[in-house]
């Protein structure tokens, strides 16, 4: 099919992209990619929650943070095999949203939203307060986990480690949401109350996803304190939660790829405009809000588009009633 | 652990328990209403202060700069009406939710730029100083009862205007159909815009208030937007009555268990479980019902 | 006299002040095709939210096959064998035709807690959905998604779906609403091509639909039946034809009130 050509011609280009561009750019730009990487993945976790699923959290950087301190504290404590740490952060962020979750998750819309936001807040404090890791200075690594015989410490090599998990991550979210579990998923998204009348009890499949999506930002979120090797309640706070929102519209919802995009956009906005101002903040505000008031689409949306490789499923070319009276005739027990 | 030191604590947490019910209250009027969810609210709260200290500046009279303070907060809420809000009427939460968080991300640069990052102290009007001794043995801030006794007068006065006027039976009218009221030739873009100066006037209002105790700085407002929020949760999307409640048990419990919690429990893990106290409250209440204590909507 | 499968136990539901169900007792017999007629606001939507769960009663309980549901939630209701047909279109609107059925399809199994096969390609979820299709008539509109249809493919898509779960009852909540003159015949030729093979309660308003389906007919005014019979015995209920049937109009057709 041209249709899945177009697509994955342009996925390609990303990829080709992602793999050539940085080193070839210098250690500044591989560290600068690797970032949005890890942004990337937290991101699309939070598209698995708001895009596919319909569950707007605004506490996602809550379990990205859980993450990165799990992992940071393994490290601190000479557990340096990623190959441990790393699975280890993912299953403590799991357990953090299997308990948000299962209180959250009893709360639609504007409540879900807000217990989402509270709870992060819960996490933040409570990482606040631990005074033996700093507080609210947090704390630093004394290196990174490495992988097996492989060191991590050079910053290309991390990068390709870091990318490699980024596309297991994307092969893995796209077999989910195209799985049969996946269809429950987007059948409570487009219409909960259908998806129950039809027999699936929304709350357990609800719950499902947030403990994956939870597990994928902590993963992103123990990458993180590897790469800065500092962990801190910042790497928690509502404002990271609304960022990571904020990267998933930019780059387009219900995707995958476009809260990559979007993540990159982001870093790279505000890379480009502290290098002009500190007060970056006062013009990426109003380019979101302008985003969700005069723009349809963010950027993977428009990059389909413009290179033609959306579908064009959808037109009907038949007209009721004919059709119907046609069926109906055929049945055995119907009358004519 | 006196008692006096424990009603002085009981004092406190009504007096921060009432000015989050300013907060909450406009929160959730403006989503019981007009169904948006706006999470600038908190940025009208910093505001309140900031224009307070720039008329202060100005003036050098706080009898001049309370009543400017309040005029510039109440034409930033009618610009960001018409400009941010009406469009989203129409839209769904997470576009509500984003626009809002862009704006108080707007807004926090913004004080940056005119006013720097430090927190600037405000003091106490001159004539406020100074204590009561309202138990024998416990000396009383008099500036504490009086922003008490005036979110009290503020909430008196919201109930009689919902209850009892021409524009709060609009106002209730508004939350239950739309269209019957816009069709009964009432201008409702005017509705909506009234509705929204005034739960932002209420966030201005708690934010001059607490600018002397508190001090002003960029982000002053998130902390109490998202207590607030709980409060909605406790008390209910939609209803005041839940708001009052809500914001009364947060302030107290807030405020009594830093200080009850490091005395019964003294491990490192106290000051954690002192800022997490609310949240494990708003967990008991979401156990014991889904909707909150005294929800107003059905849906 | 062929047993009952849903029993309905003097089912009271008051919101506030207004009683929107007033101790409703029916039996719906096994096979049969039940129609529940009454005028708008006879509370016959919020009976239908009680049956299938949307809505707890205040008093009263609700046994199908020999269980009692009342207590239960509505996925298990429809896991039991309750199906329904919304009378506002409700589907997966992001979903083609035949990925709206398949997921119906779907719920049937035990669970769908399988991550890792594209449910597109299996053939025991996407065989049954594309025969359902065609037996509704849609079979050219397999892979047009939902959103894009129009009213009346959509009313053919409530339908397919209630008959995906392979239920024993179907609860169908207007299915002519909002259909034209031909295409609520069409609707009533595909309803009588599968009447027979399921339980079917049925809730419209399109009186010729209902008199050439139904076997029984019941009549809801006021949250309370007032009638309950057989066609002829509700045409000549004498209350019935006042109350509910209205007036003749001029071309001697009669016309239901609401």
């Known amino acids: 099919m041209t249709l899945f050509g177009r697509r994955g011609a342009l996925l390609f280009v990303l990829l080709a992209v992602a793999i050539a561009l940085p080193p070839y750019c210098g250690t500044y730009y591989t560290r600068f990619a690797t970032q949005i990487a890890i942004y990337g993945m937290a991101a699309l976790s939070v598209d698995l929650l708001l895009g596919y699923s319909g569950l707007i959290t605004f506490g996602q950087a809550a379990l990205f943070g859980v993450g990165a301190y799990a992992a940071g504290m393994l490290t601190v404590y000479g557990l340096t095999d990623a190959l441990l740490t790393w699975p280890l952060a993912i299953l403590v962020s799991m357990l953090f949203a299997l308990a948000i979750g299962a209180l959250s998750l009893r709360t639609r819309g504007f409540q879900f939203i807000m217990v989402t936001l509270a709870f992060a807040q819960m996490v933040y404090y409570f990482a606040q307060s631990l005074r033996n890791w700093g507080g609210d200075d947090g704390f630093t690594l004394p290196q990174r986990d490495s992988l097996k015989f492989i060191s991590l410490a050079d910053h290309t090599t991390f990068y390709y480690v870091v990318l490699v998990l980024l596309v297991l991550v994307v092969l893995l979210a796209n077999r989910i949401v195209k799985s049969e579990f996946g269809m429950v998923i987007r059948g409570i998204r487009d219409n909960e109350r259908r998806a129950a009348a039809v027999g699936f009890p929304p709350y357990p499949y609800k719950l499902v996803i947030f403990v994956i999506a939870g597990g994928i930002a902590g993963l992103a979120g123990a990458l993180m304190a590897n790469h800065a090797k500092f962990v801190s309640p910042a790497t928690m706070s509502w404002q990271l939660s609304g960022e990571l929102l904020a990267m998933v519209i930019l780059g387009s919802a219900n995707s995958l790829i476009g809260p990559i995009l979007g993540a990159a956009f982001f870093l790279a906005f505000r890379d480009v405009l502290s290098d002009f101002t500190e007060h970056w903040m006062l013009f990426f505000g109003p380019l979101l809000v302008a985003r969700v008031l005069l723009v349809k689409d963010g950027i993977w949306g428009m990059l389909v588009r413009a290179t033609g490789a959306d579908d064009k499923l959808g037109e009907p070319k038949v007209d009721f009633p004919e059709a119907l009276e046609r069926a109906a005739d055929s049945k055995p027990g119907a009358a004519k | 652990m006196t008692l006096a030191l424990l009603v002085e604590q009981l004092f406190n947490g009504v007096q921060f328990g009432l000015m989050l019910f300013l907060m909450a209250v406009g929160v959730t009027l403006v989503f019981g209403i007009m169904r948006v969810i706006n999470l600038a609210h908190g940025s009208l709260f910093m505001l309140g202060g900031y224009f307070l200290m720039a008329a202060l500046a100005w003036t050098r009279s706080y009898g001049l700069a309370i009543p400017l303070a309040f005029v510039g907060a109440a034409l930033v809420a009618v610009v960001l009406e018409i400009v941010v809000l009406r469009p989203l009427y129409r839209r769904g939460p997470l576009d509500q939710v984003l626009a809002t968080f862009g704006l108080t991300l707007f807004f926090n640069e913004a004080v940056t730029v005119i006013w720097g990052r430090e927190p600037i102290p405000l003091s106490i009007p001159p004539f406020l100083t100074g204590s009561v001794e309202i138990i024998p043995g416990s000396a009383y801030p008099i500036y504490r009862l009086v922003i008490t006794a005036v979110a009290i007068v503020a909430g008196l006065l919201l109930y009689l205007l919902i209850a009892r006027t021409r524009v709060g039976a609009l106002i209730r009218a508004g939350s239950d159909n739309r269209e019957i009221v816009a069709a009964l030739g009432i201008n409702i873009n005017l509705l909506y815009t009234l509705i929204f100066a005034l739960s932002a006037m209420l966030a201005a209002l708690a934010g001059i208030m607490m600018g002397p105790l508190l001090s002003v700085e960029p982000g002053a407002g998130d902390p109490i937007l998202i207590l607030a929020l709980v409060v909605v949760v406790i008390g209910g999307i939609g209803s005041v009555r839940g708001a009052l409640v809500g914001a009364l048990m947060v302030g107290i419990f807030d405020t009594l268990s830093r200080v009850l919690i490091p005395l019964v429990i003294q491990t490192n893990a106290t000051s954690a479980l002192v800022g997490m106290a609310v949240y494990v409250l708003m967990a008991v209440v979401l156990l014991f019902s889904r909707t909150g204590l005294f929800a107003a909507h059905r849906g | ?258």
């Open chain 3, 1 to 258: 006299m062929s047993e009952s499968l849903l029993e309905i136990e003097h089912l009271c539901k008051a919101f506030g002040a207004l009683v929107a169900t007033d101790g409703v007792t029916l039996a719906i017999r096994k096979g049969e095709t039940h129609a529940l007629i009454g005028p708008n606001g006879a509370g016959k939507t919020t009976l239908v939210g009680q049956l299938t769960g949307e809505l707890r009663p205040d008093a009263g309980r609700i046994i199908f096959d020999g269980r009692d549901i009342t207590e239960l939630s509505t996925a298990r209701r429809a896991r039991l064998g309750l199906a329904r047909s919304f009378q506002i279109t409700s589907i997966f609107d992001s979903f083609t035709a035949e990925g709206n059925v398949a997921l119906a399809v779907q719920a049937t199994e035990r669970h769908s807690f399988r991550f890792w096969k594209p449910a597109e390609r299996i053939a025991r979820l996407r065989q049954p959905a594309r025969q359902l299709i065609a037996d509704v008539g849609l079979s050219r509109l397999g892979n047009v998604i939902a959103s894009k249809m129009s009213h009346g493919q959509h009313r053919q898509l409530e339908l397919g779906m209630a008959l995906a779960t392979h239920p024993t009852m179907l609860l169908l909540d207007e299915p002519m609403a909002g259909l034209g003159i031909e295409e609520s015949r069409a609707m009533s030729k595909l309803l009588a091509s599968v009447k027979g093979q399921y339980t079917i309660l049925l809730i419209e308003h399109d009186m010729d639909a209902v008199f050439s389906l139904a076997d029984r007919i019941t009549v809801l005014v006021g949250g309370r039946i007032v009638a309950s019979g057989t066609a002829d015995e509700i045409r000549n209920h004498p209350g019935v034809r006042v109350a509910y049937l209205g007036e003749e109009d001029d071309a001697g057709d009669v016309r239901a009130n609401g």
